[in-house]
């Protein structure tokens, strides 16, 4: 009889295995049942804007090349051209001088997550990962036998620097930020990535080994009230970025990213190319060719995010009339929104009952946080303003039965 492997078929089953996935599944049955109209569908985190008109335009142009051997295959690490684009964005970002050969571009940011954790990771080997946090960390961890180790944040969700350090030991082979955070929108500050970076320094020398400090950063751009993004590399040495145009340009399908290994890390090189290689035998091979091109064209198009924020701003007043508690976030497009004290911390419980009001939310659960659910309002304005009785009445309703 043929098999497929244990450990898949036991986490694919599992309860936390894509909680956000399954709500979104969830919501294209109720649709189909309802009408669109109907359901207020804040599973995923697929962002409602069009790409910009630059990014179209390139598309068009590209598409019209029947040039002899444009959509062949090019060097694992991507396109000379698209490395340096993506090298003078970093240069833009971090602060210091960047060039192409930090760069390898991969299918997304999930690709070059996992490029890393295959180029960096042993067994046994542990990641260290503020919590709550992207739930698909921990099977991209996992893919490479490595552990992946939660660390509790403050309660408004800042790094707890302490906590950090006492879970560092020699068998840390990173940190992992993200930063705007999925779910909570926190924007770690200056002062958090130097106290960071100071107690990486301090574990390296205390046990030989420096961890690196991957940071994802697909929803850098999306920040609120003049809030930016800290650069890390002129902070850490050992620090590489992963991203992607999924949040930003609103492309999330392309699945085009890259990773950016800072130019003063002592192995950079070696890193570069572990990754490449990763890039390669992991299957991936390369970055799409034909949207390596389209970003190498369009990746600075200006982009119009004030939708985001004034659908933040609708979505916590209608959360504050509900009696809804949350964390207000500084960029992203979610809001991590606590579970009604009547339903005692039961977000899977909470984030069912909401789905007999045809709101459809991810539990915290799904993101090392139970007690917790995650709204994503990159959604049509008109389902936010019409999901304000919903909410209401969600929470009106609420029984002691039901808990």
């Known amino acids: 009889m043929c098999m497929i492997a244990p450990y898949i078929k036991r986490i694919m089953n599992s309860k936390d295995s894509s909680v956000i996935r399954?709500?979104?599944e969830e919501g294209v049955a109720l649709k189909k049942k309802y009408g669109n109209e109907k359901v207020f569908d804040f599973s995923l985190g697929n962002p409602d804007l069009e790409p910009p008109e630059e990014v179209a335009a390139a598309i068009e142009k590209i598409a019209a090349d029947k040039s002899t051997g444009c959509h062949g295959y090019m060097q694992n690490a991507g396109y000379p051209e698209t490395r340096t684009a993506m090298a003078a964005k970093e240069t833009e970002e971090q602060q210091v001088p960047v060039d192409m050969s930090s760069i390898v571009m991969t299918v997304g940011a999930a690709g070059a997550l996992n490029c890393v954790f295959k180029a960096i990771l042993s067994p046994g080997d542990e990641v260290l990962v503020p919590s709550p946090f992207f739930s698909e960390y921990v099977h991209y961890i996992h893919n490479?036998?490595?552990?992946?180790?939660?660390?509790?944040?403050?309660?408004?969700?800042?790094?707890?620097?302490?906590?950090?350090?006492?879970?560092?030991?020699?068998?840390?082979?990173?940190?992992?930020?993200?930063?705007?955070?999925?779910?909570?929108?926190?924007?770690?500050?200056?002062t958090e990535i130097s106290e960071?970076?100071?107690?990486?320094?301090?574990?390296?020398?205390?046990?030989?080994?420096?961890?690196?400090?991957?940071?994802?950063?697909?929803?850098?751009?999306?920040?609120?009230?003049?809030?930016?993004?800290?650069?890390?590399?002129?902070?850490?040495?050992?620090?590489?970025?992963?991203t992607s145009f999924a949040k930003n340009l609103s492309i999330p399908g392309e699945r085009i990213g890259y990773i950016c290994v800072n130019p003063f890390c002592p192995d950079k090189d070696e890193v570069v190319a572990a990754s490449t290689f990763a890039n390669r035998v992991l299957?991936?091979?390369?970055?799409?060719?034909?949207?390596?091109?389209?970003?190498?064209?369009?990746?600075?198009?200006?982009?119009?995010y004030s939708s985001y924020k004034r659908k933040r701003d609708l979505l916590?007043?209608?959360?504050?009339?509900?009696?809804?508690?949350?964390a207000s976030p500084q960029g992203a497009f979610y809001l991590f929104?606590?579970?009604?004290?009547?339903?005692?911390?039961?977000?899977?419980?909470?984030?069912?009952?909401?789905?007999?009001?045809?709101?459809?939310?991810?539990?915290?659960?799904?993101?090392?946080?139970?007690?917790?659910?995650?709204?994503?309002?990159?959604?049509?304005e008109a389902t936010i303003t019409a999901s304000r009785s919903a909410?209401?009445?969600?929470?009106?309703?609420?029984?002691?039965?039901?808990v």
């Open 283 to 304: 299957g991936f091979v390369n970055a799409p060719a034909f949207f390596q091109k389209v970003i190498t064209a369009s990746w600075n198009s200006p982009c119009d």
């Open 22 to 24: 399954k709500m979104f």
């Open 144 to 190: 490479h036998n490595g552990e992946i180790v939660p660390v509790a944040t403050k309660k408004d969700f800042s790094l707890d620097i302490d906590k950090i350090a006492a879970a560092l030991s020699e068998k840390t082979a990173a940190v992992l930020i993200n930063s705007p955070n999925n779910p909570t929108g926190k924007v770690y500050t200056e």
């Open 196 to 242: 960071l970076s100071r107690i990486l320094e301090e574990n390296g020398k205390k046990n030989g080994r420096y961890p690196y400090l991957i940071c994802d950063e697909p929803y850098r751009a999306i920040t609120y009230d003049g809030i930016k993004v800290a650069p890390v590399f002129s902070r850490y040495k050992s620090a590489i970025i992963v």
């Open 316 to 326: 916590m007043d209608i959360l504050d009339t509900a009696g809804i508690t949350y």
């Open 391 to 402: 909410f209401f009445n969600a929470v009106r309703d609420t029984k002691e039965t039901e």
């Open 337 to 380: 929104c606590k579970v009604p004290a009547a339903w005692k911390e039961d977000d899977a419980a909470f984030c069912n009952h909401l789905k007999d009001y045809l709101i459809l939310c991810a539990p915290g659960n799904g993101f090392g946080l139970p007690g917790w659910f995650r709204i994503a309002y990159c959604v049509n």
